[in-house]
């Protein structure tokens, strides 16, 4: 018995020796196998070039600049390597007396470990003209390496920041959102930049190299080049977005402008002040910050859709169209104009119009073309807030244009339960009166009445778009009808209503525009900034206000009136009346569409 339990035992000690030897052996082979690999064979990422902007000419807007990074090898920041670390520092301090020699070191000993073995970066750009006269210096010195690299530039600076954007370093979470620009540690920070990022970074390549226990590569076992066809075109016209550029300068005007063809297609357009992004590219110091973001004109708010302004009277069509399809207002009828209209049994509030005498008996193509406040506010009366806000939003207000830029701001169009969701409290009936001629809580963005103007030249609301083609594909322009049956009937009307706020003597652009090359129909708002107290029997005239009470001036067009082609749409920050502060700058902008061939 004892004999059995013995060759039992030997057998069973025996049994488990071979089965972790086949373990081993045979089965873990693929796993070793898989860790030698490891060890032997190294993968590095071949970046592509980021893709450049161009306007419809071809002009580059954002391209590469091709300079050179230095780097410095690893393993240098223990005691005995220490002077090795200090003389490839001294080099490159030698040769560009620019550089911080603190911030060099700092940046190489943030990122030299005992596991890091690829030459560290301690100079992310020098242009290639600095570089070339050191090139073979540098090449030479121990422990340093000269590789080329790029850096994004933009040629056209503040006149396209806040339509192309700027690149910057990439932080944890748009690192974590995108494995490419974890890669580049660059990304689109804003603008079309921002908007296009994956597109315009490409598809990296990559090579599969053998590498000795010292990390020198062996041989090359594998390559795939990366995919660079990420140029982009805009329908830009970069002659047109210099022009509005000195337009506003000239005036030492703030605001904003687009010119857009009635089908969506952004020809130009600018928000001013601007900034330059090139200060962003490899990180602006804090005072350049600061400068910025004190300066009371907001140079780093793209006002083009983050700007959130009363529309004014430019709302005032829009209006029209809705009192109309109500069913309570007739385009035909009159309501009569002496200055003002109260509401209030016991306590008279006074709501007036712009014109302290009055307009008389007003029909809708006359309140229009005269901008009647007292038409719109008894008109609105009669309709009620809750139809205008229907009507408006279907016109886009309240809602994003679509446009092709990051972040847009949907603005306001409110109504009684907006109100009540937003403050809890029930709507009065003067705020239906306020926001019938564009002021109280409505607020718009000058793209929202850019696009508004494009349907009521058309009848059909358009998408803005910036991007013509990405690489070879098309972007396709996209506008939808939006106008209910009774509002295309009196469309008409409301065009030759606004053909007149151009061209007819009473008209509130009449002035600024009657001489244009080009016939155009548009309308001008005024929108306070601060409200008018109830004593005060005449307001000041705006020049007379101190600059940061003046309302902001707005004009709003398309032409030519009988064949619509282009829109153009002005804010100008404190400017007053809409048709004295934009209109110049309307008809200029028209006159070169004309002479440039746009207009047809």
């Not at 490409?202 to 041989?219: C, D, I, L, Q, T």
């Not at 008209?507 to 005060?536: F, M």
Request: some cysteine.
């Amino acid at each position: 018995m004892r004999v059995k339990l013995v060759i039992a035992l030997f057998l069973s000690v025996w049994a488990i020796l071979l089965g972790r030897i086949y373990q081993i052996s045979i089965k873990s082979n693929a796993y070793y196998e898989s860790l030698a690999n490891q060890n032997i064979v190294k993968k590095e990422w071949i970046l592509p070039v980021r893709g450049e902007i161009l306007d419809r000419n071809g002009k580059p807007l954002a391209i590469n600049q091709i300079g050179f990074k230095i780097l410095i090898a690893p393993h240098l920041s223990g005691r005995k390597k220490r002077e090795s670390l200090r003389q490839a520092v001294d080099a490159i301090v030698h040769a560009f007396g620019e550089v911080d020699r603190q911030k060099i070191i700092r940046r190489y000993l943030k990122k030299d470990s005992p596991y890091h073995h690829d030459p560290i970066v301690v100079v992310n750009f020098l242009s290639y003209k600095k570089v070339l006269p050191h090139y073979t210096e540098l090449s030479r010195t121990p422990n340093l390496s000269v590789e080329p690299t790029t850096k994004r530039y933009y040629p056209y600076g503040p006149v396209t920041a806040h339509v192309v954007g700027y690149v910057g370093k990439a932080n944890e979470k748009e690192i974590r959102r995108d494995e490419i620009t974890g890669l580049t540690g660059i990304a689109g920070k804003s603008g079309l930049e921002r908007y296009y990022n994956r597109f315009l970074e490409g598809v990296p390549g990559y090579r599969k190299v053998m590498v000795s226990a010292f990390n020198k590569e062996v041989a090359e076992l594998e390559r795939v080049d990366p995919k660079e066809e990420s140029d982009m075109t805009l329908y830009l016209d970069m002659r047109l977005q210099q022009y509005l550029s000195d337009l506003f300068a000239e005036r030492n005007a703030t605001g904003a402008v687009v010119v857009m063809g009635v089908n969506g297609e952004v020809l130009a357009a600018g928000s001013y002040p601007a900034y330059d992004p090139n200060d962003f590219v490899s990180g602006i110091s804090r005072d350049e910050w600061r400068k910025i973001i004190e300066d009371l004109n907001h140079p780093f708010t793209n006002k083009l859709i983050h700007g959130l302004y009363p529309p004014g009277s430019v709302i005032k069509p829009g209006v029209a169209l809705a009192l109309v399809d109500s069913g309570k207002v007739s385009p035909y009828h009159t309501f009569f104009c002496n200055g003002a209209i109260e509401l209030g049994k016991r306590i008279k509030h006074k709501f007036r119009c712009w014109k302290s005498v009055g307009h008389g008996k007003t029909d809708m193509v006359k309140a229009i073309r005269e901008s009647c406040d007292v038409y719109f506010y008894k008109g609105s009366l009669q309709t009620g807030i809750n139809k205008i806000a229907e009507d408006l939003r279907q016109m886009g207000f309240g809602h994003k244009t679509g446009i092709d830029l990051p972040n847009e701001f949907i603005g306001v169009m409110p109504d009684k339960m907006w109100k009540m969701n937003r403050y809890g409290q029930p709507w009065y009936i003067g705020e239906t009166l306020n926001a019938a001629i564009g002021q109280g809580y409505v607020l718009v963005t000058p793209m929202q009445i850019a696009r508004y103007t494009a349907m009521l030249a058309t009848g059909r609301l358009p998408k803005p778009t910036l991007a013509k083609r990405l690489a070879k594909q098309m972007v396709p322009l996209i506008s939808e009808e939006v106008l209910t049956p009774r509002q295309k009937q009196v469309l008409p009307l409301v065009q030759r209503a606004m053909y007149e706020v151009c061209n007819h003597p009473k008209g509130t652009a009449y002035a600024a525009l009657h001489r244009c090359k080009v016939k155009v129909a548009g309308k001008t708002g005024t929108a306070q900034v601060i409200g008018i107290p109830q004593e005060e029997k005449k307001r000041m005239k705006e020049e007379d206000l101190a600059y940061f009470h003046r309302s902001h001036a707005w004009l709003t067009t398309y032409g030519p009136y009988r064949n619509p082609q282009y829109v153009v749409t002005i804010l100008v920050e404190h400017g007053g009346h809409g048709g004295h502060a934009a209109g110049p700058i309307a008809e200029k902008i028209y006159n070169w569409l004309l002479k440039e061939g746009y207009i047809r």
